[in-house]
C-alpha cells in the first residue's frame, strides 16, 4: 500500500451530491443466477464489500428475498456502493440485478457526507483506508477527485466517508486527516507508520503461531539420548551450544549468548558471516532434517539464506491458531506449550515444535523493529529483544531479555558516535525467567550515566520477600562494580504493562 503525504486540505461532499446516485444503476453478476428473483419481485440487498479494479466496483451483497431466503451474490458496478449501503433490487436478466430504489436513509447511515463534531472534535486524528477513488469529470473546472474512505478510529469506526480531494488518493493506501471542521480535513504525512504497521501485522501472525521453547528442549533431549543418525546430531549439537548461567555471568560469555540466540541471524546471512551456532539457524536445520527438505546442503550459507523464508513458512503453516493473541509488542512472551495431535509421530511432532519454537524468535525479532524508532520527543530509540535457554542442571530455562538503549539528537548527530562511551546514553533492561523453586520473575533496570535503578517483580510472594531481604546485598556488589546504584525494589505479582503498540490496534485488524 502506497504511503500518502500531506495533500491539504480534504473536503466531505454534501449529501445532495450522492442521494439516489445509484438508482437505475444496472449490476452484473459474476456468475448467471437464473431465477435468482421472479420477474416483476424485488429484494432488500445490503453491500457487504466494496473493492475497485480499475474502473468497476466489484460488490459482494446479500439479498433477503419475500420468502425470507437469504443470498450471498457477487457484482460488479459502474458506481460503487459503500459497505452497509441498502438497495431494492430486481433481476431483469439471469446475469444482471438493476438497482430500483437507493434507500436515502440507510445509505447516510453507512456513507458519511459530514462528521458528527460532537463524537470527532476538530482536532481529532482520523484514521482510514481507501476504498476507491473517481475523477469527477468537471468540464472548466479543476480536477476533482472523489474517494470513499473505511474510518478505522474514533467513535465512527466503520463507517464510510466520502471526500473530494484535488489529487487522487490511491485505493487500498491508509491515511490519518486531522478534523478541521465537520466537512474538511487535512491530510497529515504517514512518515514510518507503514513500515511499522506491516511489522505489527507479521507480528500478530508469528504470535498466533508461536509456543514456549521448553516443549522443543525436552524433546531435544528425549531424541539426543534415544534417536539416531543426522537428527540426533543435530539435537545433540544445538543442545550443547547453550550457555549456562555461570557463562551468562561473565561479559564475554554474555556476549557470546545474545550474538548466538536468533537476534542476528538474518545480518548475518547478509554479511556472510558464520551461523553455525546461532540457535535460530540450528532451528531451521532441523526443520530441513524433519521435512525431509534436504538438510545437507542448509549447511551452506547462501543456500540457508535463499531457503530460509520458504522453508519457515512451510513449517509454520502446519500450525494452528490455538490461544488469544497477545498484544504486538508486549513483553515478557507468554510459556504457551503445544498440545500433542492425534495419531501424530514423534517426527511430525518435533518438527511442529521446531517450527514453532522459530516463530517465537521471529516474534522477539519483530518486536525489537517494531520499538525501534524516533521517540516523541525526537530520541531514538534501538530495541534488542530475545530468547536464550539456559541451562540449569539437567533443564533449560528460557531467560527472555530487552535491551533498549535511547540517544538525543545531538548524541546522534555527532561524528564520533560509535567511539562514544557506551554509558552516555539511557538503557533499558527487563529479563524475565522462571527459575525453580523462585517461580516466575521479573527485572526491569534503567541505566543512566553510570547510575543503576531497577525494580523486580515475583509471582510467588515468599520469593519476593527473599529478594527484598537480598537487595542491600546487591547494592553493595554493584558498588563494588564502579556503578552508582539509585532505587532498588521488589514487588509481589507482576509489572504494570504499558501501551498495546505504537499503532492503532484497529489499523492492524483491518489489514491483518
Not at 407 to 415: F, G, R, S, V, Y
Amino acid at each position: 500500500m502506497t504511503e500518502i503525504n500531506s495533500l491539504g486540505a480534504q473536503t466531505a461532499v454534501n449529501s445532495q451530491a450522492i442521494k439516489a446516485a445509484m438508482t437505475g444503476e444496472l449490476l452484473n453478476l459474476t456468475q448467471a443466477q437464473p431465477g435468482l428473483l421472479k420477474p416483476g419481485e424485488t429484494a432488500q440487498a445490503e453491500v457487504l464489500t466494496l473493492k475497485q479494479s480499475g474502473s468497476e466496483f466489484q460488490l459482494v451483497l446479500r439479498l433477503l428475498q419475500a420468502n425470507g431466503n437469504q443470498a450471498q451474490v457477487q457484482a460488479s458496478a459502474s458506481q460503487p456502493l459503500a459497505p452497509g449501503s441498502q438497495v431494492t433490487v430486481s433481476q431483469p436478466q439471469s446475469d444482471r440485478l438493476a438497482v430500483m430504489v437507493q434507500q436515502a436513509n440507510a445509505s447516510n447511515v453507512a456513507t458519511l457526507t459530514q462528521l458528527d463534531t460532537g463524537k470527532v472534535p476538530v482536532g481529532t486524528l482520523l484514521q482510514g483506508k481507501v476504498l476507491t477513488s473517481q475523477w469527477l469529470q468537471n468540464p472548466g473546472a479543476a480536477a476533482t477527485y472523489r474517494s470513499l474512505v473505511s474510518l478505522l478510529n474514533t467513535a465512527q469506526a466503520g463507517a464510510t466517508l466520502t471526500l473530494d480531494s484535488p489529487r487522487p488518493l490511491a485505493v487500498g493506501s491508509l491515511l490519518s486527516a486531522l478534523v478541521q471542521g465537520d466537512q474538511s480535513l487535512r491530510f497529515v504525512p504517514l512518515s514510518g507508520r507503514q513500515e511499522q504497521l506491516n511489522i505489527t501485522q507479521q507480528l500478530a501472525s508469528q504470535q498466533g503461531r508461536q509456543a514456549s521453547l521448553t516443549g522443543l528442549l525436552d524433546a531435544l533431549q528425549q531424541l539426543a539420548r534415544s534417536g539416531d543418525g543426522e537428527l540426533r546430531g543435530s539435537a545433540e549439537r544445538l543442545l550443547a551450544s547453550l550457555p549456562d548461567a555461570r557463562q551468562l555471568g561473565e561479559a564475554k560469555g554474555l556476549a557470546q549468548a545474545l550474538n548466538n540466540s536468533g537476534a542476528f541471524l538474518e545480518a548475518k546471512l547478509l554479511g556472510g558471516l558464520a551461523t553455525g551456532a546461532d540457535i535460530k539457524a540450528q532451528l531451521l536445520r532441523l526443520v530441513g532434517q524433519a521435512s525431509g527438505d534436504g538438510a545437507p546442503a542448509l549447511n551452506n550459507l547462501s543456500t540457508l539464506a535463499q531457503v530460509m523464508p520458504a522453508m519457515a513458512r512451510s513449517a509454520l503453516g502446519m500450525l494452528r491458531r490455538a490461544a488469544p493473541l497477545q498484544p504486538p509488542g508486549a513483553f515478557p512472551l507468554p510459556s504457551r506449550l503445544l498440545q500433542a495431535m492425534e495419531n501424530e509421530g514423534d517426527l511430525q511432532q518435533l518438527l511442529r515444535l521446531a517450527a514453532a519454537a522459530v516463530s517465537r524468535l521471529q516474534s522477539h525479532a519483530l518486536s525489537s523493529l517494531q520499538q525501534t524508532g524516533t521517540l516523541e520527543n525526537g530520541n531514538l530509540q534501538t530495541t534488542w529483544q530475545t530468547e536464550i535457554p539456559v541451562r540449569h542442571g539437567q533443564e533449560f530455562i528460557p531467560l527472555q531479555a530487552k535491551l533498549q538503549r535511547e540517544e538525543t539528537p545531538e548524541q546522534q548527530a555527532d561524528p564520533r558516535r560509535e567511539q562514544r562511551d557506551p554509558l552516555e546514553s539511557l538503557w533499558r533492561i527487563e529479563l524475565a525467567f522462571d527459575l525453580p523453586p523462585l517461580g516466575p520473575l521479573q527485572v526491569q533496570a534503567q541505566l543512566s550515566q553510570g547510575r543503576l535503578s531497577g525494580q523486580l517483580w515475583a509471582e510467588i510472594p515468599n520469593t519476593a520477600r527473599l529478594i527484598d531481604s537480598q537487595l542491600g546485598t546487591l547494592r553493595e556488589r554493584l558498588l563494588a562494580r564502579g556503578l552508582e546504584v539509585g532505587d532498588l525494589a521488589c514487588h509481589p505479582g507482576t509489572p504494570p504493562q504499558g501501551p498495546r503498540t505504537r499503532l492503532e490496534q484497529r489499523w492492524v485488524d483491518e489489514t491483518a
